[in-house]
């Protein structure tokens, strides 16, 4: 059992980058898929990106190709999402999530455990 607990979020502008965090308590965060999610107002939670227990597979949005990048560190029990050229459109409240799975999924309907999330606003 693992429990996510993100930070990294805030204000920027566009064109601006943020890096989010995501540190999740447990003594066996190696054998979880981490994801990131995001959802905005009014809007769906929807896939941004995950990267598989060894760090070896990640799988992101269309939306994010080329702009943000996950990696995780096991030793830290920690898991990034560097955003670069960020858009308004990107404004949304970001969540970390851990599913214990060899593959990569992108349901968020898969993932047992959420953190809480954090803002990320992006002005124009």
């Known amino acids: 059992q693992v429990q996510p607990v993100e930070s990294g979020g805030g204000l920027v502008q566009a064109g601006g980058s943020l890096r989010l965090s995501c540190v999740a308590s447990?003594?066996?965060?190696?054998?979880?898929?981490m994801g990131w999610f995001r959802q905005a107002p009014g809007k769906e939670r929807e896939f941004v990106a995950v990267?598989?227990?060894?760090?070896?597979?990640?799988e992101y949005a269309d939306f994010v190709k080329g702009r943000f990048t996950i990696s995780r560190d096991n030793a830290k029990n920690t898991v990034y999402l560097q955003m670069n050229s960020l858009e308004p459109e990107d404004t949304a409240v970001y969540y970390c999530?851990?599913?214990?799975?060899?593959?990569?999924?992108?349901?968020?309907?898969?993932?047992?455990?959420w953190g809480q999330g954090t803002q990320v606003t992006v002005s124009s």
């Open positions: 990267i598989r227990w060894s760090g070896s597979s990640t």
């Open positions: 447990g003594r066996t965060f190696s054998r979880y898929a």
């Open positions: 999530a851990a599913v214990q799975s060899w593959a990569t999924p992108t349901s968020p309907g898969v993932y047992n455990y």
